[in-house]
């Protein structure tokens, strides 16, 4: 996602207002998580990177892949705030007020193939979003192609384990908490009702695509 970025980064820009949404998230929750959380994370990124000329052509991933390549005084901040740009790329796409685009059929079946029903994927979704308290829970691709849950903690990412995160889900309480206080439940549900398949499908032959690219190498 976004691998031909590289410093300066900058935020992406989502396709829906922060008042876009009527009953799920409303503009004061929306605009600290997007301006401030997530903006935050991209100027100290770049404040960090502004001073390494060897780190400023590579793209996140290559940055976040390659950890031997860090400053080792500033690797843990390059990291976290690496990570924090990335999940966050992929969290505020991953919804949408204005999707009307159903699941393809090819990720559909690759679902139902790990989960046997959509009903039962977007069960176990919801209770690995119930249970983390402060990290994200994304949609991943392998490198053979199947989907799975795969949950985070903290500001980590699935990068080092080669896994292409086609959706993602922020259970950072800054992400919620405004909104709904401690009912993580209302939250999630939202998250899935207005999943954006047009990203979410899109991310999904984006990464076959490099898996077949990466077998023919």
């Known amino acids: 996602m976004y691998i031909d970025k590289h410093y300066p980064f900058e935020i992406v820009k989502m396709d829906y207002?922060?008042?876009?949404f009527d009953d799920f998230l409303d503009f004061a929750t929306l605009s600290i998580h997007y301006n401030q959380i997530y903006s935050g994370f991209v100027e100290e990124l770049n404040n960090l990177l502004k001073d390494e000329p060897?780190?400023?052509?590579l793209s996140l991933d290559e940055i976040l892949f390659n950890e031997h390549l860090l400053n080792d005084a500033?690797?843990?901040k390059i990291i976290t705030a690496g990570s924090g740009v990335y999940n966050?790329?992929?969290?505020?796409?991953?919804?949408?007020?204005?999707?009307k685009t159903l699941i393809s059929n090819s990720l559909n079946d690759a679902i139902i193939k790990k989960y046997q029903t959509l009903t039962c994927f977007y069960q176990e979704l919801k209770d690995e979003c119930m249970k983390m308290?402060?990290?994200f829970v994304f949609l991943v691709c392998d490198q053979n192609g199947?989907?799975?849950i795969k949950?985070?903690?903290?500001?980590?990412t699935t990068v080092k384990e080669n896994l292409c995160p086609i959706l993602g889900i922020d259970m950072f309480e800054h992400a919620y908490f405004l909104k709904y206080k401690n009912n993580k439940k209302a939250y999630v549900e939202g998250c899935i009702k207005y999943?954006?398949?047009?990203?979410?499908?899109h991310e999904y032959e984006e990464c076959l695509k490099a898996i077949k690219k990466l077998k023919r190498s």
């Open 74 to 76: 500033k690797k843990n």
């Open 17 to 20: 207002s922060l008042t876009g």
């Open 151 to 156: 949950s985070i903690l903290g500001n980590n």
């Open 54 to 57: 060897s780190l400023q052509p």
């Open 88 to 99: 966050h790329q992929i969290v505020f796409n991953s919804i949408s007020p204005k999707n």
């Open 133 to 135: 308290d402060y990290g």
């Open 146 to 148: 199947d989907v799975f």
């Open 195 to 201: 999943i954006n398949f047009d990203f979410v499908n």
